[in-house]
Structure formats: C-alpha cells, structure tokens
C-alpha cells in the first residue's frame, strides 16, 4: 500500500504538524475559514488534533478577527 505524503502546510492555515494536517485534510478542511465554521470541539475531536494545534489555530483565527463556531 502506497502512502500518501502529507504536506506540512495547506491552505492559509498554520503548521501544526503532520497528524493534525492529516486530520484537517481527511475532514476537507483546507481553509482558516473552514476551521471557524466548525466548534472547536469538533475540531478537537479530530484524531490526530491535540491541544497544541488548537492553541495554534486559535491563535492564527484572533489574528484574523476570526474564531471557531459556537
């Protein structure tokens, strides 16, 4: 079985490392935009997200004036 490469950075989003890349990438979300549309919660739920990726997505969504659905 082949694998595929995951890259490190998609969209505008942030590095947040491979596994978290993975899970935004295997959920379609490609986008800043398609992460605030979500509760953060469903983006935790995300095998392969943990606390660091969402502190950084948090973070990169404020710089935006953006944030995650409530």
């Known amino acids: 079985m082949a694998t595929r490469r995951i890259p ?3 969209g505008d989003l942030p590095r947040i ?3 978290a890349t993975r899970a935004l990438l295997q ?3 490609t986008t800043l935009a398609d992460v605030a549309a ?4 469903e983006v935790e739920a995300l095998h392969g997200v943990g606390p660091r990726a969402i502190a950084i997505l948090d973070a990169a969504l404020t ?6 659905a409530p």
């Open 8 to 10: 490190e950075q998609i």
């Open 27 to 29: 959920a379609g979300i």
């Open 17 to 19: 490392g491979r596994p």
């Open 63 to 68: 710089a935006r004036g953006m944030s995650f």
């Open 38 to 41: 979500l509760p953060q919660r």
